[in-house]
């Protein structure tokens, strides 16, 4: 109805963006009324249509500092599906949605799934890890809760944007059947779970075509397979045509109107793109408008419930917090026995650090490791949020002498581990947009400082705060290891709380850490011609390189992450799957159900405390498929007292047992038996069923 009533230009008042808040080579005229947004779309007051107020939002709302505003920092996306929770997926998407609200923005454009091809691509954090079914069900929950609160929901980058080096330029290879059971399969699941009223189209091309005029993407796929009815978003300058992207299925230019605005009109104008196309692009946005409630609920600045922030970006770092090495029992910590503790490095005395780009968060009082006053944001600024492990400890014990040394000095560093009780390295990795990682080795000579001090005392324990995988060559020297991710404004008391036991540790890596960058696919990425090299960023002047060749051809196909490991018989550091508990489990007694495809097991809590156990399902296809790997089916998290044990049963999701046939483009299931496999990590299976399907 609304559609009907609507002149050309106000369908094309839609379908573009009116500059970006906050960036200088971004503006146009109606900026200024954007109310700070990373992209403002006009509404159509006559009609009651509402102006489009879009902020990112990956683990809290961004540009708060530069809008005056306060927002949370949840712990990185990559850390909260370490939780395998959904529901906590949920609450993370749900405080998100309030707080993007309570800044009168009413889209976000949070949401990333693209799969962790590449960990040392600048944007792991922002991600859910390397599995399919795990990422799109972890976010899709996400986005479902987050668009709830009556903001337009986004699943981005749509796709194989997997590494940032040349992101604006690179040609990305990839089969149609490697692609579709790989990261276009992570996007079906989370789209058909969230429904998100957006889907961000990606900076890179994809066989050719860049991912906003990707028709095979756009209309074949998204749009038609999946029968998504929500907005294709460009990335921010990410749209290279008229014609072409409109025919393709983009919808919405962001954050300018180079190709969507007069230039569109001309082309309708000149007959060259029909008007039912025009009324297909408005009636997606309006369709998002309303599927999100923004029309009926309009948004309204509020206060934000700063405590409420807290607690929860708290109970959702406790979740994350992957123990990852735990000898003789070092951790938890006992109060009893320890007396005195050396912290050593990372800035631990203040604060914790954040992830960057288009991500950040704004810490209050700004960054923690800056003299008062001077702490403002930055791109790609190292953010410490003032998150103080120090302080924290101290609370959490304090009968204990704990001291700081910041580690710059390896044998005053050194000398203090020597003395304490206990020494504990915060060892960080920073990882921003704009930019890759050149190793998963640690920077800053961190390797050498935490081989002093292992040397000089036996009981050190590594407290790692990265976006993605860390190489370890010290593993062996040290008694333990914390994986506690960029950890949100509350990180400093879900570790505290971690360390001590008082939380036990429930958290498993959603993407594997390898030995070494050489066992990666890609052992080094393709570095790009000087020629393609941008300033600053990383990120390229695209228009100015179109006829760029820099390409990577993703000849790992589908076998991401752990499905690599093992098809390529190379042992991971820590597989995927993986985190240590302060109790123990055991599984038994498989019985696997085919004409209910379920797999029922026994998990039993055979340790002294309560813990809650991620029991994961894994699946073989059958003899004859030319797979070597094990694909993730299902899970389970079961809560366990000490003694108590739990028969669970377990769906086994077809989406994953199917593969993608080229020749007919039709999905396929297989008839014979596949293995079922059931355990607590993907290297570790004890349990061995079968599968019939006829
Ligand atoms: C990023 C997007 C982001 C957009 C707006 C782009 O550089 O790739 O993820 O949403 O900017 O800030």
């Not at 008042?13 to 906050?22: D, I, K, R, V």
């Not at 859910?128 to 986005?143: C, F, H, I, K, S």
């Not at 504990?424 to 935490?450: K, R």
Request: proline share 5%; hydrophobic share 40%; charged share 20%.
């Amino acid at each position: 109805m609304v559609l009907k009533q609507m002149t050309l230009d106000e369908k094309l008042t839609l379908l573009h963006g009116n500059g970006m808040a906050h960036a200088s080579q971004w503006q146009m005229p109606k900026t200024h009324l954007a109310n700070g947004a990373a992209g403002y779309v006009e509404g159509i007051q006559r009609l009651g249509i509402p102006p489009l107020y879009i902020s990112d939002a990956a683990y809290g709302v961004r540009d708060s500092g530069a809008n005056g505003r306060y927002s949370t920092a949840l712990p990185s996306a990559l850390g909260a599906t370490s939780s395998w929770d959904p529901q906590a997926a949920c609450k993370y998407g749900a405080l998100i949605g309030r707080e993007v609200r309570a800044q009168g923005m009413n889209m976000t454009l949070g949401g990333g799934v693209n799969l962790t091809r590449e960990p040392r691509d600048g944007r792991t954090f922002e991600y859910a890890g390397e599995d399919p079914l795990l990422a799109g069900t972890m976010v899709g929950n996400l986005m479902k809760c987050e668009q709830a609160e009556y903001v337009i929901g986004d699943i981005k980058h749509y796709a194989m944007n997997d590494q940032e080096t040349g992101r604006n330029i690179v040609n990305t290879i990839i089969s149609k059947r490697a692609m579709q059971e790989s990261d276009l399969l992570a996007f079906h699941i989370g789209i058909d779970i969230a429904h998100p009223g957006a889907v961000m189209c990606s900076y890179n091309r994809i066989n050719g075509d860049y991912g906003c005029e990707n028709s095979y993407l756009l209309r074949d796929v998204l749009k038609g397979e999946w029968g998504f009815e929500g907005f294709v978003i460009s990335d921010w300058g990410g749209t290279h045509s008229t014609e072409k992207a409109s025919a393709a299925g983009l919808d919405q230019e962001q954050p300018m109107a180079d190709f969507f605005g007069p230039a569109l009109k001309q082309a309708v104008e000149a007959g060259k793109v029909p008007m039912t196309q025009i009324d297909g692009h408005a009636r997606r946005v309006l369709y998002a408008e309303f599927l999100s409630g923004i029309v009926d609920h309009p948004a309204e600045k509020s206060v934000v419930d700063v405590q409420g922030g807290f607690d929860t970006a708290q109970q959702l770092e406790e979740k994350s917090i992957v123990l990852l090495k735990n000898e003789n029992a070092i951790l938890p910590l006992d109060p009893a026995k320890v007396r005195s503790i050396a912290l050593i490095g990372g800035h631990a005395d203040v604060g914790m650090l954040s992830g960057g780009g288009s991500a950040q968060v704004d810490p209050p009082g700004g960054n923690a490791i800056m003299p008062p006053g001077q702490g403002a944001t930055h791109w790609q600024d190292h953010i410490w949020f003032p998150t103080s492990p120090l302080k924290a400890l101290r609370a959490t014990l304090p009968s204990a002498k704990i001291e700081y040394n910041s580690g710059e000095e390896l044998a005053s560093a050194a000398a203090l581990a020597k003395s304490a009780d206990v020494a504990i390295v915060f060892a960080y990795q920073w990882q921003a947009e704009g930019m890759d990682l050149p190793t998963l080795a640690l920077p800053d000579n961190q390797d050498a400082l935490i081989q002093q001090i292992a040397a000089a005392n036996p009981h050190t324990i590594v407290v790692l705060e990265s976006g993605t995988a860390v190489i370890m060559p010290w593993l062996d020297k040290v008694a333990g290891v914390v994986e506690a991710w960029y950890a949100g404004s509350s990180g400093h008391k879900a570790l505290a709380n971690v360390l001590l036991g008082d939380v036990n540790a429930t958290g498993k890596l959603a993407i594997t850490f390898p030995k070494s960058d050489s066992d990666l696919p890609h052992p080094v990425i393709p570095p790009l011609a000087p020629e393609d090299k941008g300033a600053g960023t990383g990120a390229v002047d695209d228009r100015a390189h179109v006829e760029s060749k820099y390409a990577i051809t993703y000849d790992e196909g589908l076998k991401v992450g752990y499905k690599w490991y093992e098809a390529e018989h190379k042992q991971s550091l820590f597989a995927f799957g993986f985190g240590l508990s302060y109790t123990s489990y055991a599984y038994s007694g498989l019985t696997v159900d085919s004409h209910a495809r379920a797999a029922r097991f026994t998990v039993k809590n055979v340790g002294k405390r309560a813990g809650t156990e991620i029991a994961e399902v894994y699946a073989r296809l059958p003899q004859g498929s030319d797979e070597s790997f094990k694909r993730l089916a299902a899970w389970k998290q079961i809560a366990l007292a000490p003694g108590e044990s739990q028969t669970v049963t377990v769906a086994i999701d077809p989406r994953v047992l199917q593969t993608f046939d080229e020749s007919s483009d039709r999905w396929k299931l297989a008839t014979g038996e596949y293995e079922v496999l059931v355990g607590p990590s993907s290297d570790n299976t004890p349990l061995k069923g079968h599968l019939q399907v006829r």
